[in-house]
């Protein structure tokens, strides 16, 4: 018998067992335990759905990442170093919208994947629709900055101290702290993220930032087109794009990008620069921070990594396209009195350089950048949204977000009944490695004649009778009422003829 339910904490330690104890518990248990939640929360906000096994945030760099240039550009603290869990934490952090005060705005709202993690739009549009002061910048290996500091102006010294303040900005999310700890704290999976990241369930805003800062670190591109030329000399490369990185690295040409784009992460060295965009500036940018005439027109440049995703472009997204862009480095720079000395012309000639570039090499330069793209991460899964666009399942028939005795009776009823004759789809038939889409886990040293295919097995029917009983059944409920986070069936996502052989809700 199950013991008595006195905390979910006491639930969740049970139901985050990766595999099944052998004694089962019965399905009384289980209904006492729903109508103990039933009663302290009604859980009808989304609840994210993450793999069994932790993803892995923090891969091997390849070679070019180990050396000193960009090691030194690495703005990772020794005292929050990425860890699976933590960056599963941030993951979920990033795409919850209960972090903004009426929520309906989530990190990723202003930061998409699809983007480079930057917003296609000029300025953002916050909670209330407001708009943000400037574009939004594309996160893309942020991890390697050398002056470590954050946003356009560098108000930032961190970006542990950088992710806390969208959260509190009264345009883009304006929640207070406090309010997103207790918001948080009211949600049984994070209690359950909390400990797994941090050792405890505990919830406060410095575990908040480091987890968000993990994530934003993890997202790391390393194998654009760019990287596998590396150890290739480039011979990946077509011609144009190798004209273009010569170009860029001012190996041939009159161009001088890479002194302020360097390195692989295409990333500003001890310097924070001043590009001509316009004088007087309307934005000061570190200017209006320090209210210094030197500083004025000086900004941050994120990596250009992903730049061909981030459109539009600068500070403020004057520029729609790459090819605006390079126009205007090749004839429209002004000539700041703050003008960075690389983009002036070279003296005597006073004034600000002038590229004179080809239409040829103009076209070289974008088709360069864009071997920078990481289409890889730009879908990666670990990077995604983790929360369904559907958070019911299709037994929950009256959409409470939790599974009763009489949805139940139909589960094993339609299981049991129309067993193997095709309407019941459950993903899990098919599934064939340890983590199945119910969040059961398959025991695949379990004597499964070979002769019969996986698919003629429900992962909850652990005892492969081909009935799903009670005490098979008291685990369905409990994975879907407590930990729907790791129950990966199809279901939830199917809208037609769906995997569990019921028919869509409303
Ligand atoms: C409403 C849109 C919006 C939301 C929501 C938002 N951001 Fe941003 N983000 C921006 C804009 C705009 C900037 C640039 C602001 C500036 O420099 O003044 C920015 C800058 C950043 C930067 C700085 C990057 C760099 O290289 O310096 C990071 C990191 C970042 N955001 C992370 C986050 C995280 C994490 C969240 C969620 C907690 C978040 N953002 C929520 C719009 C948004
Ligand atoms: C003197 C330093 C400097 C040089 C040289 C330079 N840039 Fe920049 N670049 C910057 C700064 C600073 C910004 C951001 C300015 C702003 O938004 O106000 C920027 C922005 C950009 C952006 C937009 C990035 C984004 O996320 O919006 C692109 C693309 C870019 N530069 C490409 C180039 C290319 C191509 C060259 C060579 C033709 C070049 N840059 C030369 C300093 C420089």
């Known amino acids: 018998?199950?013991?008595?339910?006195?905390?979910?904490?006491?639930?969740?330690?049970?139901?985050?067992?990766?595999?099944?104890?052998?004694?089962?518990?019965?399905?009384?248990?289980?209904?006492?335990?729903?109508?103990?939640?039933?009663?302290?929360?009604?859980?009808?906000?989304?609840?994210?759905?993450?793999?069994?096994?932790?993803?892995?945030?923090?891969?091997?760099?390849?070679?070019?990442?180990?050396?000193?240039a960009v090691v030194q550009q690495d703005n990772t603290p020794a005292d929050n170093p990425i860890t699976n869990a933590g960056a599963t934490l941030g993951r979920v952090l990033f795409y919850d919208k209960r972090l903004s005060a009426n929520q309906t705005v989530s990190c990723s709202s202003c930061h998409r994947q699809q983007s480079g993690f930057s917003d296609p739009r000029p300025f953002s549009i916050g909670l209330a629709g407001g708009l943000t002061d400037r574009n939004s910048m594309g996160l893309t290996n942020a991890r390697w900055y050398q002056r470590r500091s954050f946003f356009w102006d560098e108000r930032a010294a961190t970006l542990e101290v950088q992710v806390l303040q969208p959260i509190q900005n009264s345009i883009e999310m304006g929640l207070s702290l406090p309010t997103l700890v207790s918001r948080l704290s009211g949600e049984t999976f994070y209690a359950d993220l909390f400990t797994a990241a941090f050792g405890s369930s505990t919830i406060n805003s410095e575990r908040i930032s480091r987890a968000l800062a993990q994530f934003v670190r993890s997202l790391a591109s390393t194998r654009s087109k760019y990287d596998l030329g590396v150890g290739v000399n480039f011979s990946n490369f077509s011609p144009e794009e190798n004209l273009g990185r010569r170009l860029f690295n001012g190996e041939t040409g009159t161009a001088t990008c890479a002194q302020c784009h360097g390195t692989d992460n295409f990333s500003s060295g001890p310097r924070i620069n001043n590009n001509g965009l316009e004088n007087p500036y309307r934005d000061k940018g570190v200017g209006a921070v320090s209210g210094r005439a030197q500083d004025e027109g000086l900004f941050k440049v994120p990596s250009l990594r992903n730049v061909a995703?981030?459109?539009?472009?600068?500070?403020?997204?004057?520029?729609?396209?790459?090819?605006?862009?390079?126009?205007?480095?090749?004839?429209?720079?002004?000539?700041?009195?703050?003008?960075?000395?690389?983009?002036?012309?070279?003296?005597?000639?006073?004034?600000?350089?002038?590229?004179?570039?080809?239409?040829?090499?103009?076209?070289?330069?974008?088709?360069?950048?864009?071997?920078?793209?990481?289409?890889?991460?730009?879908?990666?899964?670990?990077?995604?949204?983790?929360?369904?666009?559907?958070?019911?399942?299709?037994?929950?028939?009256?959409?409470?977000?939790?599974?009763?005795?009489?949805?139940?009776?139909?589960?094993?009823?339609?299981?049991?009944?129309?067993?193997?004759?095709?309407?019941?789809?459950?993903?899990?038939?098919?599934?064939?490695?340890?983590?199945?889409?119910?969040?059961?886990?398959?025991?695949?040293?379990?004597?499964?004649?070979?002769?019969?295919?996986?698919?003629?097995?429900?992962?909850?029917?652990?005892?492969?009778?081909?009935?799903?009983?009670?005490?098979?059944?008291?685990?369905?409920?409990?994975?879907?009422?407590?930990?729907?986070?790791?129950?990966r069936t199809g279901a939830y996502h199917a809208n037609t003829g769906t995997e569990d052989g019921f028919e869509p809700g409303p």
Request: aromatic share 8%; glycine share 6%; proline share 9%.
């Open 309 to 487: 995703l981030t459109a539009p472009y600068m500070h403020d997204g004057r520029f729609a396209t790459l090819e605006a862009v390079v126009e205007f480095y090749n004839s429209g720079v002004v000539a700041h009195p703050n003008l960075s000395p690389p983009l002036r012309a070279r003296p005597p000639a006073p004034g600000a350089l002038r590229l004179n570039l080809t239409a040829a090499e103009k076209a070289a330069l974008v088709a360069f950048m864009k071997t920078l793209t990481d289409t890889a991460l730009a879908a990666d899964e670990r990077f995604a949204d983790p929360f369904p666009t559907i958070t019911f399942h299709d037994a929950d028939l009256d959409r409470d977000g939790r599974i009763g005795l009489n949805e139940l009776t139909r589960v094993v009823e339609l299981f049991n009944t129309r067993y193997g004759h095709g309407p019941i789809r459950t993903g899990s038939y098919a599934v064939a490695t340890e983590a199945t889409e119910d969040g059961f886990v398959v025991d695949l040293g379990h004597s499964i004649d070979s002769t019969v295919t996986l698919s003629r097995y429900h992962a909850a029917d652990s005892n492969r009778n081909g009935k799903i009983d009670l005490t098979e059944l008291a685990r369905v409920i409990e994975f879907y009422n407590y930990r729907s986070g790791v129950i």
């Open 1 to 68: 018998m199950h013991p008595p339910v006195s905390t979910p904490k006491t639930l969740l330690r049970k139901t985050i067992l990766p595999r099944w104890p052998l004694a089962c518990r019965g399905l009384a248990s289980v209904l006492i335990i729903l109508g103990v939640r039933g009663g302290l929360h009604a859980q009808t906000s989304p609840v994210p759905l993450l793999p069994v096994k932790l993803a892995d945030y923090s891969p091997a760099l390849p070679a070019h990442f180990l050396l000193p």
